[in-house]
């Protein structure tokens, strides 16, 4: 299964996308999740990604997790380079400013347990494979 998840995520994205957020707004497992554009930092392309999502108030949450492997998604440095991004959740679009979050911040702890309850214990899970602390990226809709 874990080798065929990748393409399934993949396809998953691909319906998103091109039913313009009609499907996928819920992953194969339940999943709320949204589709992220952001520049690359070297390409200067606009690059989308399909997360798991949970919410904080007017926030989004995504999870930087990369399965627990060691090194964190690309996408986070391209947040990190450019963090004016957009979020798309169904066929909604908004513009979004990103702040990735770690373990000092005041917030991190509350929303892990918000983020870990959405993904069902699996960001738990991921952070046991790694040793790196996973980010919680914060992506506050801009007025």
Request: glycine letters at 8%; charged letters at 20%; proline letters at 7%.
């Amino acid at each position: 299964m874990s080798r065929i998840f990748p393409h399934l995520l993949r396809a998953h994205q691909w319906i998103y996308e091109q039913s313009g957020g009609l499907l996928g707004h819920r992953l194969l497992l339940g999943n709320p999740t949204l589709l992220l554009r952001a520049r690359g930092r070297r390409s200067g392309l606009i690059r989308t990604n399909a997360l798991t999502y949970a919410r904080d108030g007017d926030c989004y949450l995504v999870v930087a997790s990369n399965g627990g492997a060691p090194k964190p998604p690309h996408w986070l440095a391209n947040l990190t380079s450019t963090p004016h991004c957009e979020v798309q959740v169904g066929r909604r679009r908004l513009a979004v400013d990103a702040r990735p979050t770690f373990p000092g911040d005041a917030d991190y702890a509350r929303r892990w347990t918000i983020v870990d309850a959405v993904n069902k214990g699996r960001y738990t899970q991921y952070q046991r494979k790694t040793s790196r602390p996973i980010a919680i990226v914060e992506l506050r809709p801009t007025s």
